[in-house]
């Protein structure tokens, strides 16, 4: 598992735990290689500094699998990081911390989604209790995780669920920004 954390001590007591390919920004078949690959979804960037404003802490909890398959070097990877970190925070939002599994599912490692060890180790550095805490994630892995770590889970579909994108029937939101209001209320 590989950690990042913008400041030893979180400040927020209210966290939101984010995926981040597919959810803040665009995701690829080929996987985010660099960051000039990285395209943000405006609603996110909406949704990251409606959260800051609110006084909610964000922590991404991301698989990044392309590292594991040689996809992705080290440095390029943590480009990427510092990339999103900054254009995020020049939007108005902020990032308290991220949690990234480099494995490939293959590994069979403790920390890849959906095992809940990244979501669970996001919640003991933030102090907070996963049972009230909120997941917002893409894929059935990141629901998964959520339900294995006992968070309530939210799925952002920004496809039909028709072209199988998403479970008929299950409950999701089209973007972040929707997906945020429905925790945290349009007024603060």
């Not at 990234?100 to 599912?105: A, I, L, V």
């Not at 892995?141 to 008929?168: V, Y």
Request: net charge neutral; with cysteine.
């Amino acid at each position: 598992m590989l950690v990042w954390l913008g400041s030893p001590q979180p400040r927020n007591s209210r966290f939101l735990l984010l995926d981040r390919d597919g959810v803040l920004n665009e995701d690829r078949p080929d996987y985010v290689k660099n960051f000039e690959e990285v395209r943000f979804y405006p609603d996110a960037l909406e949704a990251l500094r409606f959260l800051r404003r609110s006084g909610a802490g964000v922590i991404l909890v991301s698989n990044q699998a392309g590292i594991g398959r040689g996809l992705i070097r080290w440095d390029d990877f943590w480009e990427i990081h510092e990339g999103v970190i900054r254009h995020v925070e020049q939007h108005g939002g902020g990032i308290a911390a991220a949690f990234y599994c480099p494995h490939r599912p293959d590994d069979k490692c403790e920390c890849r989604k959906p095992a809940p060890a990244m979501i669970l180790v996001a919640c003991r550095f933030a102090g907070i209790d996963p049972c009230r805490t909120f997941f917002i994630g893409d894929r059935e892995s990141d629901m998964k995780a959520a339900e294995n770590a006992g968070c309530p889970g939210i799925r952002i579909c920004r496809t039909s669920p028709q072209n199988g994108a998403c479970a008929s029937g299950e409950p999701y939101f089209t973007n972040l920004l929707d997906a945020v209001l429905s925790i945290y209320g349009r007024a603060n």
